[in-house]
């Protein structure tokens, strides 16, 4: 298996099957293996029965369903585990992507990319709605996480599977993979695709979700800061919790003093021993790192001589 390209689907029934007829035909002239992966995250209308449909005339085409709705992102991920090609391809099912775009996501793969991003710059949405959110998040996305993304938001992608089958995914997840693989080198490209108005349905998404992404964002520039020195986090805890120790010391001598309390003491000892344990945790997350830096590097060196040969 060459290419697999994954679709998360929630009440698209009336997208189904010309977005199946889309990917075939433009799939189908490169003569490469490749299989079509549906994931229904709950839809609550006749999708899966038109997909179950066209999957009983193509074996190509297979079926993921959950049994409620949890996000495009755990949709995402599900099709991501179950894929079987060495090239992965995501997008969107209500056919505002273009699979007709899929090839030259697989050109720019052979130039030597391990990740190809879409840039809906001809974006066919709302202005107040989808538009300026997606501008400003994007900005600050790159910012951020120093990685400059022109779309995040585009779900038409491509990828290598052994870089993308790494990233876990969660919640808004699947906008920061470019962020979350550049901590391993990976090479990143951009390419123009196009973008179509909405045929069938209705948007799931709009400023409802910002808050989301905004922690997301957060959660990934605390990895993006802390992945390469864990100690460091640690002995920001385990700092405060020895100021704190400290200071409860103090108010233990003083107050032991007075009336012979041993309460201070007590909070005292427990916030030291926090603080102990908090630089003992980052001592084994720094070694824990640098034990796999060693691996990677000694794997790499064997790769490189097998190449030689």
Known sequence: MELSIIVPLYNEEASVAPLYDAIVNAVQPLNIKFE????????????????????????RLRIIKFRRNYGQTPAMAAGIDHARGNILV????????DPGDIPNF??????????????RHKRQDKLI???????????????ITGVPIKDNGCSLKAYRADVIKNIPLYSEMHRFIPAMTSLAGTRIAEIKVRHHARKFGESKYGLSRIYKVMVDLLAIKTILSFFSRPLIIYAYGAGISAVVGLIALIAGIT???????????????LYTALAIVL???????????????????????????????
């Open 36 to 59: 079509i992966l549906f994931v229904d995250d709950g839809s609550t209308d006749n999708t899966v029965p038109e997909a179950v449909k066209l999957a009983g005339k193509d074996e």
């Open 90 to 97: 995501t997008m969107d099912g209500d056919l505002q992507n």
């Open 106 to 119: 697989l050109h720019k793969l052979q130039e030597g990319y391990d990740i190809v991003v879409g840039w």
């Open 129 to 143: 709605t989808r538009k300026i959110p997606s501008r400003i998040a994007n900005w600050l996305i790159g910012k």
């Open 255 to 269: 107050q032991y003093s007075a009336n012979q309390s041993i309460v201070f003491f007590s909070v005292a000892f």
């Open 279 to 309: 630089f003992l945790w980052g001592m084994l997350g720094e070694l824990v790192y640098r034990t796999g830096d060693l691996k990677t590097e000694h794997f790499a060196q064997i790769k490189s001589v097998k190449d030689a040969l």
